[in-house]
């Protein structure tokens, strides 16, 4: 089992910079594909970026490409998600996943977290 905690949101102006970390509990964490989404008022929750349980892959969402990071350090259990260049349409709510593969990392993900808000100001 695979307890996950967000954190490092906040209010940010555009073109601005932000990073996310997901603290996960559980021996298991290094043997976990995680991932992050975001889900905006009114609008579905989207995959934003992956990385594999060896970190050797990573995978991101077109609108992030370039300018999101998504890092893992199973030492301290901990992904994360650097956010550079900030624009308001990346205001949501970020949401860290853990499931066995990457290539079931989506909306029926096993594991999630509570969210943590991220809000860009233009």
């Known amino acids: 089992q695979v307890q996950l905690v967000e954190s490092g949101g906040g209010l940010v102006q555009a073109g601005g910079s932000l990073r996310l970390s997901c603290a996960a509990s559980?021996?298991?964490?290094?043997?976990?594909?995680m991932g992050w989404f975001r889900q905006a008022p009114g609008k579905e929750r989207e995959f934003v970026a992956a990385?594999?349980?060896?970190?050797?892959?990573?995978y991101y969402e077109d609108s992030v490409k370039g300018r999101f990071t998504i890092s893992r350090d199973s030492a301290k259990n901990t992904v994360y998600l650097q956010m550079n260049s900030l624009k308001p349409e990346d205001t949501a709510v970020y949401y860290c996943?853990?499931?066995?593969?990457?290539?079931?990392?989506?909306?029926?993900?096993?594991?999630w977290g509570q969210g943590t808000q991220v809000t860009v100001s233009s």
């Open positions: 990385i594999s349980w060896s970190g050797g892959n990573t």
């Open positions: 996943a853990a499931d066995t593969t990457i290539a079931t990392m989506g909306p029926g993900a096993s594991h």
């Open positions: 559980g021996r298991t964490f290094s043997s976990y594909a």
